[in-house]
């Protein structure tokens, strides 16, 4: 993930996977709250050889949550997993009037 780990609520954010490796599949973004919730899970699209992204809308309540990037590739006859993992945060941005 290239830009900030913080986000405004309701924002949509590109999420960018690149490996070494092509993977057998195109690799799966998952995002889940603290409580351990499934809010996002899908499959990317390919922008590369070995690069992917997601996009997503940054959930509605503030707080932190983990993502996850998943994919397989096939060696020799054996799956070798690819995991890529962070965190994020939502936040939001309020104005003050003086």
Known sequence: MAQSNVFERGDTQ????????APDAAPR??????AGTVLHSAYSVQSG???????LTA????????YEWQAFKT?????YPF???????VDETK???P
């Open 14 to 21: 590109q999420f960018t996977w690149i490996a070494s490796a």
């Open 59 to 66: 959930p509605n309540c503030c707080g932190w949550y983990l």
């Open 75 to 79: 060696i020799a006859g054996s799956a």
């Open 49 to 55: 050889a070995t690069a992917y992204y997601s996009m």
């Open 29 to 34: 973004l998952s995002v889940v709250d603290s």
């Open 95 to 97: 104005f003050i009037n």
């Open 83 to 89: 995991i890529n993992r962070g965190v994020f945060r």
